[in-house]
């Protein structure tokens, strides 16, 4: 059974992002630095306008350095980018200092990326559990199950010796950059934005602890800290 620490049910994704956002601020009332893995996709787009629109000067954005939890592998400027995509929406609006961005450069050799990427962790990030430690880690989840780009059928990653991996879209063969499962499981608080009808069955396969659910990559995420799921009413289905 997947024992999360909160399941926060809102009416729709804003608000969905908007209770992701009061959390994220109650954080940084306490830090000074922070470390913050984003996710890709299109649910956290939401997340990245109401920043950009709403709190541009609310939040010290210098206090933040963004990481991702996967990429694909293209250039930074192809629609499919995930850095692509928060650059556009956000980073283009706020005041943030580049050294602050820490991009997968998707345009790099996969295995070569994902050697520097986790090179980068253990230099900026603090180790614990022997194993990079991010403040925040958000994820999605596909209807397949799968979370930053680990898919069900290659569930080795989330048992990873590498904090940094390359892994295969499993219809597209499109090559990703991802997170490995031991560094996703060693955050001190791993949001889950799952948003939209297309999800429910999957979420509630896994937040019931179904036995099929032990297919499924995003049901293996049990941080050592938080593990909040931040949901829409869609999602969510008749969970309460
Ligand atoms: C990615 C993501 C991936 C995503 C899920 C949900 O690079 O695509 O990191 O894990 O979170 O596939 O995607 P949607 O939000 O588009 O449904």
Redesign the pocket.
């Known amino acids: 059974m997947m024992t999360a620490s909160e399941i926060k049910i809102f009416d729709d994704p804003l608000a969905v992002a908007q209770g992701l956002t009061d959390d994220v601020v109650a954080v940084l009332e306490n830090q000074n630095t922070i470390h913050f893995a984003l ?6 787009q939401v997340l990245f306008k109401l920043w950009a629109d709403q709190f541009a000067t609310k939040i010290d954005w210098s206090k933040i350095h963004f990481w991702w ?4 592998c293209v250039p930074p400027d192809d629609p499919e980018s ?1 850095f692509g995509v928060v650059q556009q929406l956000l980073f283009s609006r706020i005041s943030i200092p580049e050294s602050n961005i820490h991009r997968m450069r998707g345009e790099s050799n996969p295995e070569a990326e994902a050697a520097r990427y986790g090179e980068q962790l253990r230099q900026h990030l603090p180790i614990e559990n022997g194993r990079p430690a991010f403040d925040i880690v958000m ?5 397949d199950g ?4 680990i898919f069900p059928h290659q569930m080795e990653l989330l048992d990873a010796e590498s904090d940094c991996a390359v892994a295969v879209h499993p219809d597209s063969g499109q090559r ?1 950059i991802t997170l490995t499962g031991p560094v996703l499981n060693n955050a001190r608080l791993v949001a889950f ?1 799952i ?2 009808e ?2 429910r069955e999957m979420t509630k396969t896994i937040l019931n602890g179904h036995e099929d659910s032990r297919l499924y990559p995003t049901a293996w995420i049990k941080p050592v800290g938080q593990l909040n799921f931040y949901l829409d009413r869609a999602a969510a289905g008749n969970l309460t």
């Open positions: 996710s890709g996709g299109s649910t956290p939890s996967d990429e694909r995930n994820l999605g989840m596909g209807g799968h979370t930053a780009s990703r934005l948003t939209g297309g999800k």
